[in-house]
């Protein structure tokens, strides 16, 4: 809204008075100021023109009969009567076209970049997999076998692993390669070692035959856990073992013995055959060493052992032939002789010599 100087001149009101047609918009006739000139430093002349910087006023020129008009101001409307007698042209801005709004995208737009970007992150690895899954460039072709090949031999382990040929590398199942190779009674371990493209590795670890078990179906061969390997064969085998003959509950504590031989007389070692398990700490060992048996207990050989070497030319001087030797007790060594009675007659004589001696 836009209000008059309250100090504004009657011309210079008179140059501002219009109003606007209803008909067709055009600005009516208003009067043009005569006289001096409204404003200051500038001249009027005689027919009316105003001299300066000032460019008087004109009206517009009537429209032609039949012409169209200048086309009607849009967002005018005639002042009403109140707003014309109060001296005020009311100003309405021009109403914003909403056609000229900007058009929204749809939310679904905005995300079309994003998702295309994550289905390209994910289908690549998907892909991959894909192929190292299916393609027969990882077929299970060729084998690495390492091992002493002493009991097991290669030939067997390819045999063994035969159904698994044609196999993706990746999707073999180790466990059960592992349990096809470990029915040999001989394999006592299996590494396994995926080698791709289309190559495993296998290194087996043999048993060790440490003894022969005497069982009711014959000689088996026994590791150094006392546990029963296999039948004896001597193409496997090591035929020069000692046998073990008594409880097979007991096959530990018999192997424990016999590694105590090695460590405090190791010289009994080479010719030892035979170890009968009389009970779980006490054997009768034999070896072709000693001209006797000798009946021992698990853990006391250091101590009895080097006595026994010390006592032992005595003993055969004075009894003879000796069946068995006992060294289970803790300050006696129990000699029995070949002849009992033989004995006890070279002792009876030897006493009274001594005796008559003496007297």
């Known amino acids: 809204m836009t209000r008059r100087p309250e100090n504004e001149s009657p011309e210079m009101a008179g ?22 000139s409204p404003v200051p430093g500038a001249a009027v002349a005689a027919d009316g023109s105003v001299g300066g910087d000032v ?14 008009g200048p086309p009607p101001l849009r967002g005018r409307r005639r002042p009403s009567p109140e707003a014309a007698a109060a001296n005020v042209v009311p100003i309405r801005r021009r109403p ?17 970049g994003p998702l295309a970007m994550a289905v390209v992150i994910v ?38 692993v035969e159904p698994y040929r044609g196999r993706n590398v990746w999707l073999l199942p180790l466990d059960d390669v592992r349990a096809s190779l470990t ?13 791709p493209p289309a190559t495993l590795g296998i290194r087996v670890l043999e048993r060790r035959e440490e003894a022969l078990y005497r069982s009711i179906d014959g000689l088996v061969y026994v590791d150094g856990e006392g546990e029963l390997i296999a039948p004896f064969d001597p193409r496997r085998g090591n035929p020069d073992l000692p ?27 080479p010719g030892l055959s035979e170890v009968e398990i009389l009970s779980d700490r006490d054997f009768r060992v034999h070896s072709r060493e000693l001209a006797f048996p000798l009946l021992v207990r698990a853990g006391t050989l250091a101590r009895k052992a080097p006595r026994l070497d010390t006592l032992l030319p005595r003993i055969l001087a004075r009894t003879g032939p000796v069946s ?32 008559h001696a003496q007297g």
């Open 96 to 112: 914003r076209d909403r056609r000229l709004r900007r058009l929204r995208r749809h939310p679904l737009v905005r995300w079309i």
């Open 243 to 269: 046998l073990l003959t008594g409880p097979e509950t007991s096959l530990g504590a018999a192997l424990g013995l016999l590694r105590e031989i090695a460590e405090v007389s190791p010289r009994w070692q």
């Open 55 to 68: 460019v008087p006023f004109r009206p517009a020129a009537e429209p032609a009969p039949g012409a169209k």
């Open 15 to 36: 140059l501002a008075d219009y109003a606007l047609d209803g008909d067709h918009g055009a600005v009516a006739d208003l009067p043009v100021a005569e006289g001096p």
């Open 123 to 160: 289908s690549i690895p998907i892909a991959l997999l894909f192929w190292l899954l299916t393609s027969p460039r990882f077929a299970l072709e060729g084998l690495e076998v390492q091992g002493e090949e002493r009991r097991v031999a290669e030939r067997w382990v390819e045999r063994a």
């Open 324 to 355: 068995e030797v006992d060294l289970r007790f803790t300050r006696r060594i129990i000699v029995q002789p070949v002849d009992p009675d033989a004995w006890r007659s070279r002792a009876t004589l030897e006493t009274s010599e001594q005796t």
């Open 183 to 195: 029915r040999n009674p001989w394999v006592a371990d299996v590494g396994l070692v995926k080698r």
